[in-house]
């Protein structure tokens, strides 16, 4: 990132990441705020690669329909301002199985861990969120390597940001 950019980390997960959204924006002066969600994703279907602004943003593990069953809205879908018509499923299981990667491309087009809780911290506190995605891998076996792919989506997402903020 580039240097007086404010760097949140969140951790690993929905939860971890709405936490750290949360501690960050407590106690903030947030009425001029944009919050950019920046990271690495999966791809769910075959072809995609890139950078990519999510429109929408999916809870992909709740159990949403035993949830609204019971007469609860489980919010399994966050709208995002200023995306690109993407789908991104967000959720707390690293995506390596072929089965799950094709249930998750019936409904997005990415996957990742974090941004589901991020940008529900973010409506919760009226911030706006952007999210910027870098495809990192095919979410499947491909995807155990990811520690060696992240350096090069780092480098694209830098480059994203301080584009925008020159």
Known sequence: MPAGVPVVVTGIGK???????????????????VVLNVGTTGALRDGLSGL???SEVVNH????????????????SLKVEDGDGTVLASGDVF??????????????????????G????CQRYGVRVRLVKHVSDSAD???????ALVDASAKVLGEWVRA???
């Open 52 to 54: 990519y602004l999510p």
């Open 95 to 116: 995506v390596t199985d072929p089965l799950v990667r094709a249930r998750l491309a019936e409904r997005a087009h990415l996957v990742d861990m974090e941004a589901y």
């Open 15 to 33: 939860t971890a990441a709405a936490v750290a959204t949360a501690e960050a924006l407590a106690g903030r002066d947030t009425k001029d705020l």
């Open 164 to 166: 925008q903020i020159a």
């Open 61 to 76: 593990d709740i159990n949403a329909d035993a949830v609204r069953a019971i007469g609860l809205d489980p919010q399994e």
């Open 118 to 121: 991020v940008v529900y911290a």
């Open 141 to 147: 076996e491909a995807a155990m390597d990811w520690p």
